[in-house]
């Protein structure tokens, strides 16, 4: 016999919000069916309209707040950054560390079944606005104008966006002028549904210790119109602008990026500092956006190490080395492996800038080299992890388990992933004793943590 739902599409309803999703929806529940709803906070009583039904949850639309919680903020300059990607920014700063803390002590008790782990108070910013030193804006048409921003959420109807308050000034600088100049040379914006047009996007990197700035434009065409001209306009706006340049994406995609890249002006890379070592930036470099909350996080991985100078470190998903480099200061020797051959360029390039010669870098899976690297006599006394938000393979768990380093340092971006890893490795001889969670991307749903496993 089917279930009767208690709630109807199109009901409208009064709710008490209990908790928060892991992508920041409100959660109502009705006779223990629950209802998700965008905007709704924890103990805010509210009236609802019910406008999805499933048989074990339902999707609600916010229409009036009776009680609000103390947490609640009005929306700064809302319709300049509406569709940032910000979907905490109703929260208040102090609200906010709260669920992020809170997601990771739920998540590791209900997926982890970790009941006695410490979990430290979150580590959040002094200042959390204008932290991302990267930007990578679609652009349109509308009205004769090239306009630039962020999609509408589940849409591709793209919001002009003067400014995003989590992006770096010079970023927002940089996304605008380059707008204002293409459309004064009357370069056409890409167009997803026909295929044609120009300009598919504008990338801004920043290195905020050094004052350098990049700009990358992303175009279906090999052939760019009026590009002296549109480097020269560049120069001039911009002054703190160090490198120029274009790639091309003639595909029908979703990604950014093509494949060709090439330097239009000035350097290939440009320069920034993660504490005290310093990185190469190219235009496809994968580099942290927040280096401010990064050094913050690698500092914990370093303490949580306890390197003497006597230990081998490995480093699995080390990218362009940045945990690898700074392991380096303190370790005899760092092993960092990645799937990504640029990436490995870059952190042998990285090594070299900083004159760090205690490291080697291998391309390839890292359930693959590590096994290798350990038949070849270079076991890890501490092994440190730092995996997409899939988390780590299951082949590298068992590595580690097979291989038994002394410590595991865990850097996570995905609570869920890391419970779930955290668990069988605890099942394989490991306990995990403390984890720091740190907010790498205030006003999102995101949260970072770094976690200290020993042998059992």
């Known amino acids: 016999m089917s279930r009767t739902l208690p709630v109807s599409k199109n009901d409208y ?6 908790d928060l999703t ?5 959660v109502a529940k009705v006779d223990g069916y629950p209802l998700f709803v965008e905007g709704g906070l924890p103990g805010e009583q509210a009236k609802i309209k019910v406008i999805k039904v499933n048989k074990s949850y339902g999707i609600g639309r916010l229409i009036e707040i009776y009680q609000k919680s103390p947490y609640r903020v ?6 300049k950054n509406k569709y940032g990607g910000c979907q905490l920014e ?6 906010q560390l709260k669920y992020k803390e809170n997601q990771v002590r739920q998540v590791l008790t209900r997926i982890g079944k970790l009941e006695n782990v410490t979990v430290h108070q979150i580590i959040g910013m002094d200042d959390p606005w204008y932290y991302r030193n990267k930007a990578q804006v679609p652009i349109g048409e509308k009205d004769g104008k090239l306009i630039a921003g962020f999609f509408k959420p589940r849409s591709h109807e793209i919001v002009d966006t003067e400014e995003s308050l989590i992006q770096l ?3 927002n600088e940089a996304v605008q002028a380059v707008k204002e100049i293409c459309t004064e040379l009357e370069i056409s914006a890409y167009d997803e549904e026909s295929h044609k ?13 050094t004052g350098e700035l990049m700009v990358v434009l992303i175009t279906r065409t090999a052939d760019f119109p009026d590009q002296k001209e549109l480097v020269e306009k560049i120069v001039e706006r911009l002054p703190k602008v160090k490198s120029i340049v274009h790639n091309v994406n003639s595909k029908r995609t979703n990604v950014i990026l093509g494949e060709k890249t090439k330097v239009l002006w000035g350097n290939e890379v440009i320069y920034d500092y993660i504490g005290d070592v310093k990185f190469a930036i190219s235009a496809l470099s994968f580099y942290q956006v927040n280096p401010v909350q990064t050094k913050v996080l690698y500092d914990k991985a370093l303490e949580y190490a306890e390197l ?8 699995a998903y080390c990218g362009i080395g940045t945990i690898s480099l700074f392991l380096a200061q303190k370790a005899k020797k760092v092993f960092g492996v990645e799937i990504v051959p640029e990436a490995i360029e870059d952190a042998r390039r990285n090594a070299e800038l900083n004159g760090i010669a205690n490291v080697e870098f291998a391309v390839g899976e890292a359930e693959a080299v590590i096994p290798r690297w350990y038949k070849e ?3 890890a006394d501490v092994l440190v992890v730092d995996p997409p938000r899939k988390g780590c393979d299951e082949a590298l768990l068992k590595t580690i388990m097979d291989m038994k380093p002394k410590k595991v340092v865990y850097v996570s971006c995905n609570p869920a992933t890391l419970a779930r890893d955290l668990r069988i490795l605890e099942d394989g001889g490991y306990t995990t004793l403390e984890v720091q969670p740190v907010d790498m991307f205030p006003h999102t749903t995101h949260v970072e943590c770094c976690v200290l496993l020993v042998k059992k």
Not at 22 to 26: I, L, Q, T
Not at 308 to 315: A, H, Q, S
């Open 13 to 18: 309803i009064d709710v008490v919000f209990e």
């Open 90 to 95: 109703h929260i208040s700063y102090e609200g």
């Open 308 to 315: 003497t100078g006597e230990e081998r470190v490995i480093d």
């Open 197 to 209: 047009g120009v300009l598919r996007h504008i990338m801004a990197r920043y290195g905020k210790r």
């Open 22 to 26: 892991h992508d920041g929806a409100g």
């Open 377 to 379: 006599g270079n076991a």
């Open 169 to 171: 000034p010079e970023v």
């Open 74 to 79: 009005d929306i700064p300059s809302s319709e």
